[in-house]
Structures are given as C-alpha cells and as structure tokens.
C-alpha cells in the first residue's frame, strides 16, 4: 500500500537556516539544498540516501523529529535523494537464508531482531524475502551499522537490496508510528 508522508529537510542543525518541504520521492535533492543537518518527518517513513538517483549510504527514517544527522545514524550532512517506503503495514514477515537463491538454512520472524547471531548461528543473510511489511536490515547487532530498506519482495542475492556485504547483525520492520 502506498503511502503519503511528508519530510522537512534542513541545512543547519536543530532544525535551523534554509529548507525544503518533500512528498514525494525525488531523486535530485542537491537542487533544493546543498547540505542537511536536520530533518522532521511529519509522516510517512522515508528512505535518505547519500547519493542523488536512490544510490549510496541509506537512512531510514520514521515520524519524528531529527536535530542532527548523528540522530539518524548519518555518516556526514550529505543527503542527495529520498523516497517513501512503501509497503509499510503493522503487520511483518521476513525470511532470511544463508545462501543465494533461497537456499541453505532459513529462518523466518514475524518480530523485529536486535541481535541475528544470537538466535541464528549465521554471521551472513545471502538471500531474504519479505512476505508482509517493509523491514531494515542492519550490518550489525542492536540496529547499529549501514541500514538497508527490504520492500516486500524477493532478494535472491544481497546485492539486490544494495548491500556491500552479506553481513546482517539485526532488523526490524518499518512502522509510521
């Protein structure tokens, strides 16, 4: 189900100096600003990226309010495209397994997961298939590390979600609470 949601963008910390109001997804933000500092997710929950065109570093970000880029996980000020999650539903299933293609052992979870390792013996997820929800993996436990958004769908290869790496340490589901 799509979603409407609105972002505030701000270039300065604390919700100060220029901003701009999105949404919609837009690939080219660096038209609008040229750094970000601050956000406020009015509603919806967004994915930030890095990069213009939907490429580099993702955020993920829910309702509520950002002062500064630490407070999403941001590696610097530098936010270039955003888009709405789709797919965002209270109710969440995902299956991970350890090889590509589906294959290898599976484990399936209905509830968010801050530590993978600790209830599954694997280090690395190859493939995922999201049945209900949208869910982030995260490259290390307690939802630390680069985040990458899982729309509902089928990930034969974890560069399909645009991992670096097949490492995932934890996830959870998308929520607009």
């Known amino acids: 189900m799509d979603r409407v949601g609105k972002i505030v963008f701000y270039e300065d910390r604390n919700f100060e100096g220029q901003?701009?109001?999105c949404t919609s997804d837009c690939p080219e933000l660096n038209i609008h600003f040229s750094h970000c500092n601050?956000?406020?997710?009015?509603s919806g929950a967004w994915v930030l990226y890095e990069r213009?065109?939907?490429?580099?570093?993702q955020y993920i970000l829910t309702r509520g309010e950002y002062p500064d880029y630490q407070r999403w996980m941001g590696y610097n000020d530098s936010i270039r495209s955003c888009r709405i999650v789709r797919n965002v539903s209270s109710?969440?299933?995902v299956r991970v397994y350890e090889r590509p293609d589906f294959s290898g052992q599976m484990l399936e979870c209905a509830e968010d997961l801050s530590n993978l390792p600790e209830r599954w013996q694997h280090r690395e997820v190859h493939s995922a298939k999201v049945?209900?929800?949208a869910c982030v993996f995260y490259e290390l436990p307690d939802y630390r590390g680069r985040q990458y958004l899982l729309e509902r769908g089928e990930y034969r290869r974890f560069n399909e979600w645009a991992g670096m790496?097949?490492?995932v340490g934890s996830f959870r589901r998308v929520h607009n609470f």
């Open 19 to 21: 901003y701009y109001e």
């Open 91 to 93: 109710v969440f299933r």
């Open 38 to 42: 601050s956000v406020r997710v009015e």
């Open 52 to 57: 213009p065109n939907y490429l580099g570093y």
């Open 131 to 133: 049945q209900d929800g």
């Open 165 to 167: 790496n097949p490492k």
